[in-house]
């Protein structure tokens, strides 16, 4: 039974935008009379909306420890996208959710060692899994995050990584970028090889987000090494549509993402029709 609450646009006041990359900024939305429009678990979605532009689905990539506000953080990718980057603090939108599944912080991943694996804006859907374990630090064991972009300006959060994740709480950032340029001290080359040069034992619990293609091979590379395809977990948010299940478009197999996931298992995922 669908939860109707979640389909009742909620009003949202844009009160911060943040530069992250050339095509992605971040938006805080608060309430009107402040606070986060809804309680959210890491990994779930809403839908914002702007009346006569569109609507979208995107990743709060926000922690819930965060009270103050939401934050969205949105790639310039067609007219709604468009038209959020254009706009000033201030603006109001209307926000819709929290839909989808989340990864379970609060179950399988508690008291792990924990390997976080992202290419692009797929760090956005992780951040908030990343904040959450932080606030929350004493609950999980080791953290390390694998992050990488085409280049050093498409780092999603930048700022962020170095000032308060990296060596922090214990927990380690590995940066790599796919092609040599000017400045750039850090790795160069692709996040699978990375990952299998990085050398991590297969005991882990690992949480991957990217392009589908880097996601494909990141599973390879994992498998290779030997880890366990149970204790490896991505989201599929961009498959995401309706957010209820009606529309039928993020349909794959016998599951729809928007009621099973977008959060899934490795080994889940290996059960389905390879269309995804």
């Known amino acids: 039974m669908c939860n109707c609450e979640i ?161 922090i709480d214990d927990v380690n950032v590995h940066l790599t970028i796919d092609r040599a340029q000017a400045g750039w001290s850090g790795n160069v080359g692709f996040v699978p090889a990375f990952v299998k040069d990085l050398g991590f034992t297969k005991g882990r619990t690992t949480l991957v987000c990217g392009p589908p293609i880097m996601i494909k091979f990141v599973l390879a590379a994992l498998d290779e090494i030997g880890f366990d395809e149970t204790k490896i977990y991505t989201t599929m948010e961009l498959r995401m549509k309706c957010g209820i299940g009606k529309c039928g478009r993020c349909n794959i197999g016998s599951k729809y993402v928007c009621k099973d996931g977008p959060v899934f298992r490795c080994d889940e995922l290996a059960a389905l029709p390879d269309e995804y």
């Open 7 to 167: 389909l009742i646009p909620k009003l949202g006041i844009i009160t911060d935008i943040r530069d992250e990359t050339p095509d992605v900024k971040t938006f805080s939305v608060t309430a009107p009379d402040g606070g986060v429009v809804f309680p959210h678990m890491p990994g779930q979605c809403a839908m914002l909306s702007i009346p006569g532009v569109g609507e979208a689905m995107f990743s709060i990539t926000s922690s819930p420890t965060n009270t103050a506000f939401m934050e969205y953080s949105i790639k310039k990718a067609g007219v709604l996208t468009d038209w959020l980057h254009r706009a000033e603090t201030g603006q109001q939108i209307t926000v819709r959710g929290p839909y989808g599944n989340a990864f379970p912080v609060e179950g399988d991943l508690k008291g792990k060692d924990l390997l976080f694996i992202a290419g692009g804006i797929g760090l956005a859907p992780l951040r908030s899994v990343i904040n959450y374990v932080r606030a929350n630090r004493k609950n999980y064991g080791k953290v390390d995050i694998v992050y990488g972009a085409r280049s050093a300006d498409d780092l999603v959060f930048r700022k962020e990584i170095e000032s308060e994740w990296d060596g």
